[in-house]
């Protein structure tokens, strides 16, 4: 199994698509997070010189509002580690190297099984890498209201659901990969799915039930902790001002619908079990022609 | 795990994709220490059958081992086996030397391995560039040097000369060759006989998903039996005095020579001379293996009817349009155009040279009616005396397809020879007398006298009866189109006046060569080969050439009883 997953990280290391995707990733968790950080500096000053919203007696000072931009980022740029995943068998059949990859391998289930773990490792710097340059841009965003900042114990809570987040949709692409076999119908499946066909789906749904799906779940990991940190800052409010603000703070931070991030985490594992074990299973059973 | 043995077995084979049968019933054995070919035409199962051997595709019945387990038994396989495939790619962008240390990564080899594999297939100065890049011949070269990493048993390569310059071809065969003399186990498939006929020690012929032939190339060499073409002034005083020197297997020629096997020129020219005749024309005529192949494979291009009614009688080449046939060879007068009632000119002449008493079709030999005249259509042994009235034996032949224009010219040359070790051969449909021969390995296949199908055994001329075999049941096969196409030209085999051919079969059957594949297969091939296998796509050319009265040598081979005496 080492020699394999030698292979599979050779594969990944001999060609550009690992770094040609890591720098839209880098760009994109930075400015994302930094045009959103500044965006909520802007709100914030605008929200605290309001007459009315000074009514309500919040200081608003005291919310760390930067948090969206920090989840609101990671989110975003796991796109780009989840096509690297959904390419990592797709890819193989388009170019057929496949054939020499079963050729070279005991059995099909070892070359899964190498491509689990690579791939694995493969989000975990991924992962990091987003949580860097999200955190980065941030902190270039938001520098003129550091009371907007969240606690480190926030902050790490969010970066490492986001780490998570990032191992977790790596694989259930490369799952979607061996399933589909073919790339322009994995990276058009796995984009069109969870920039546009799970929104519309769940658009009138009520409830945790959006939080059911597997984007929202994925991004409701970081999201739940970003909303929950704010909410937690809130004063006792009268209880209708109080679900209204929950659910915009909610929306706001891309979790509408989600529970807590960890139950979060276990449903978009379990799409990641579905998924991989499709995807292995069609593998086995697929005839290389 | 594996035993070591560098053996490939093929069992029982059969591979459905969907409604489509790839292969069909496969049995062949491939041992280590020689080279051995796998021919086939095009879609005859031959890639199909490697991939399941590599573990790519799953059978749907029966299995391919190697050193007796399956591939994903294998533990590490690329160290037993190495494969040069045609479903082998690169990543564009990746460099040769990084494709082959990803491989080489995959297999545990040390990276000092790839520069080796780099130098041994000559792409050293090509090992950092992208293999996107790379012309075909050096793919394939790059797909062999991946095949070496493991430093494999058994190389397995599936038209691996594709693309390969002239030079490169004569590498690989060089390679290969020595790489089997190490002990090492190669087999490389083709669909094209000539490529590979020099590097092969042992082939293996499939053709519609069964096998064929299965022995050492030789065997299919000697089966290459020359005859001697000759014109004399007198043919029924050389006939003679060919006869009193033992000598039997002489067929007439539409031409108006006779064609004398399993003789020198230098004694037909004896003894001419001895008999008084003149001898105005003598060649020796010699089969070549592409056509032995051709005769052998020529089922899979049957598919159907063509549009030409010409294709598939082996007439040689497809004619180019629908018309042509006739015209090209207008001797044949095949009956396209003519009704069945009509004779086809020029006929006539021929057919009868011979007078055969006694020479009474069986009945229920299916000649057409209405074409009296083609007596040859029965093929082998056209024969004067042939009361076939109604030739409603030719019927059955044609039964499934009347084609007209279907003429077959050649049937196949070669056929009686002895070591003719090929079981598609036997179609029933097909089986020319000749083609019984002593080497054959399959017994089912080959009908033999005997058999209650072959309404001929019967009759003195033997041969025949196996073409006839008026059994229909081949699914695959046009069996049809065989006959008549032969029934034409056979009338130039009208000779052998004595011989009885009868008995040649049934001697020929009786040997069949040990070696032969396993027993277990040929009761498919006799099945499959069943259908008769248009003859049709073979040497199109040369009948063209020579339309079979007008031309002399070349049409002789494709009488497909003639020779059968020989054996």
Known sequence: ?????????????????????????????????????????????????????????????????????????????????MLLGGLALSSEIRNRTITTTYLTAPTRGSVLGAKLITYLAVGLVYGLVIAGSASLGMLLGGHSHPDLMPSAGVWLGILGAGVLETVIWTLLAVGVGALVGNVIGTVLLLLLYSLVAENLLTATMNGHAPGFFPNQAGDGMTSAIASQAILSHLPTLPTDVQTGLTYVIQEITGARGVFDWWVNGLIFLAYLVIFFGLGWVASLKRDIT | MHDGSGRIVVQQLTKQFGTVTAVQNLSFQVEPGSVTGFLGPNGAGKTTTLRTLLGLVEPTSGSALINGRPFAALGNPARLVGAVLESQGFHPKRTARNHLRVYGAAIGVPDSRVDQVLGLVGLGVAANRAAGAFSLGMKQRLALATALLGDPQILVLDEPANGLDPEGIAWLRTFLQSFAATGRTVLISSHALAEIEQTVDQVIIISNGQTRFNGPLDNLRRSQQARVLVQPSDPAALVAALREENINHVESLPDGRLAVGGVQAKQVADIALKAGVSIYGIEEERVNLEQLYFAMTNGAYAGGPSPYGGPQGGFGGPPPTGQQPVQTYPALGYPQDTPPGTPPQGYSGYQQPVPQPGYAPPPGYPQQPGSPQQPGYQQPVPQPGYPQPGSAEQSGYQQAVPQPGYAQPVPQPGYPQPGYAQPGYQQPGYQQPGYAQPGYPDPTAYQQPGQPQQPYAAQPYAPQPDQRQPEPQQPNTPQSFVPQSFAEEQPTTSVQPNAPTAPEQPAAQP?????????????????????????????????????????????????????????
């Open chain 1, 1 to 81: 199994m080492g020699q394999l997953i030698n292979a599979e990280l050779r594969k990944i290391l001999t060609t550009k698509m690992w770094w040609a995707l890591l720098i839209p990733t880098v760009v994109l968790g930075v400015v994302w997070a930094a045009i959103f950080s500044a965006f909520t500096g802007t709100f914030d000053d605008a929200l605290s010189s309001d007459p009315t919203f000074q009514q309500l007696h919040i200081s608003i000072e005291s919310l760390p509002l930067a948090v969206f931009a920090l989840a609101r980022a990671i989110n975003i740029t796991t796109l780009f580690p």
């Open chain 2, 511 to 567: 040997e069949p060569p040990a070696d032969q594949p396993t027993p277990a297969d040929q009761p498919t091939r006799a099945a499959s080969t069943a259908p008769a296998e248009p003859e049709q796509s073979q040497q199109p050319e040369q009948s063209q050439q020579h339309p079979e009265q007008q031309s002399p040598p070349e049409g002789l081979p494709q009488q497909p009883g003639g020779f059968g005496g020989n054996a």
